[in-house]
Every structure is written in C-alpha cells, then in structure tokens.
C-alpha cells in the first residue's frame, strides 16, 4: 500500500484532473489536482478565516477588517479582493494566507495515523468552485512536514500537552512593543498571562499549532 504523502507527489506530477478523498474516523478531505493547481474541499479548516489570520498575523486591524466585511456584503466579492483594492493588504499577503491554509490542511492530513483513501478521475464543473486554487510545489510541502514530525520530538521535551498554562518569569525582557519584534510572536507573547493554554492560543489567534508549540 503506497504511503499518503507518495500519492500526494504522484498526483501533483499527474497533469490529468484527479480528486484524492482522505478519511480519517468521520473527517474527511478531498484535494483536487488540476493543471490550474491545488484545490481543496470538504472537511474542517485547521486555520481560520482569511481575514481573521491577516489581523493575527498583523497585516490589518480589526476596525479594518469589519469595514472590508461590510464592503464585502456589498459587493459580493471576496474579502481578499476587497482588501486588496482598499490597499490594506497586497496580493502577496493574500496568497501568503491561501497558502498557508492548505499546507496546515496538507500537514495535519499527513499526520493522521491511519485512515483511508482513493484516487478518482474528476471534471472542471466537479471541482470545488469556491475552493481557492494553489500552484506551488508540494514537494516542498512534504519535506516540511517530515522536518516538523522530527522537530515535534523535541517541542514535546518541554511541551507535554496544549492543556498547559503559560506565564511569563521574573527573567522575561522581551519588550512587546518592540516594532523590530515579528507581529505572529507579539500576539503569542500577549496571550502568555497566566490564564491562556496552550490550545486556547492556538485557537483564539487561528495560527498554526506547530508554529504556536514551537514558538512556546
């Protein structure tokens, strides 16, 4: 039986439309490889929101992104869209979020424990057309995903379960108001009072849960 991430590199170098269905107990995720790139339906995001991901990541505020979703409403365009023609965010930062909702997909997916799968030929008209098409190198994608997997044994050395309460030691001398200090850890750093899990963290700034463990 061929590994999940061996179809994962067959199918990206498969110029043909082809649906691969992942289950997991009752998850289930449907990838789409195309020639216009990777698109995915069904199943449960692991990240949030693009617009709630923009204001965690420091991109916009929150006053920006409740105007951009009442312009949005209006409009019936997509709130990336919209925020870019407000010259909040760029297409980079845009794509930037896009992309890093299918790998956390793509990775969470790769570390289920068992499961089952199946391969099956599509159409354009049965692809997902809400589903946000991705053109980039899944092999790279999957290299990262073995690294996290060796990395995750040394995160779990201090990090024995997302249920843990962090708070900062009398030894603490980051300054959070530090411009030079990257927007992702700011907002990690302000959540550590005391009162915040590890998985309330995870959850309330909608950011990767390697990322979050690794910066804890």
Not at 86 to 111: F, H, N, P, S, W
Request: hydrophobic residues 40%.
């Amino acid at each position: 039986t061929p590994k999940l991430a061996d179809v994962f590199q067959m199918l990206c170098n498969n110029p043909e439309h082809q649906a691969l269905t992942v289950r997991h107990g009752e998850d289930e995720r449907r990838f789409f490889f195309s020639p216009a790139g990777l698109a995915l339906s069904l199943g449960e995001k692991k990240l949030g929101p693009i617009g709630q991901l923009l204001v965690s990541l420091g991109k916009i505020s929150e006053a920006q992104l409740n105007d951009a979703l009442i312009a949005q409403r209006k409009s019936g365009k997509k709130l990336g869209e919209v925020l870019i023609e407000k010259g909040l965010v760029t297409e980079q930062d845009v794509q930037g979020v896009y992309r890093m909702q299918m790998e956390e997909e793509i990775y969470d997916t790769l570390e289920w424990p068992d499961g089952e799968f199946k391969v099956e030929n599509f159409t354009d008209d049965q692809a997902p057309q809400s589903a946000h098409q991705s053109g980039f190198n899944v092999m790279s994608i999957l290299m990262e995903a073995a690294r996290r997997a060796d990395e995750w044994g040394n995160i779990r050395a201090y990090v024995e379960s997302l249920d843990d309460i962090y708070t900062k030691t009398p030894a603490w001398d980051i300054r959070e108001d530090d411009p030079a200090l990257d927007p992702k850890r700011r907002s990690i750093y302000k959540m550590i009072d005391g009162t915040n899990q590890a998985r309330g963290i995870i959850e309330k700034l909608l950011l990767p849960r390697f990322e979050v463990m690794a910066i804890l």
